[in-house]
């Protein structure tokens, strides 16, 4: 279940790709390329921001 707002639904999202990628025995560091898929646009400069 995710938070409400775009920031806290970014945050988490996080949370669980580093948590997913630990488990692989892997990091964020290692993450060359992602894509975000918003519903709406206006929240773009609030996920990029997090």
């Given at each position: 279940?995710?938070?409400?707002g775009i920031a806290k639904?970014t945050k988490q999202s996080?949370?669980?790709?580093?948590?997913?990628?630990?488990?692989?025995?892997?990091?964020?560091?290692?993450?060359?390329?992602?894509?975000?898929?918003?519903?709406?646009?206006?929240?773009?400069?609030?996920?990029?921001e997090v």
């Amino acid at each position: 279940m995710f938070p409400e707002g775009i920031a806290k639904e970014t945050k988490q999202s996080l949370k669980n790709v580093k948590y997913i990628l630990e488990k692989a025995e892997s990091s964020m560091d290692a993450v060359i390329k992602t894509t975000v898929f918003l519903s709406d646009m206006n929240n773009f400069a609030a996920m990029i921001e997090v």
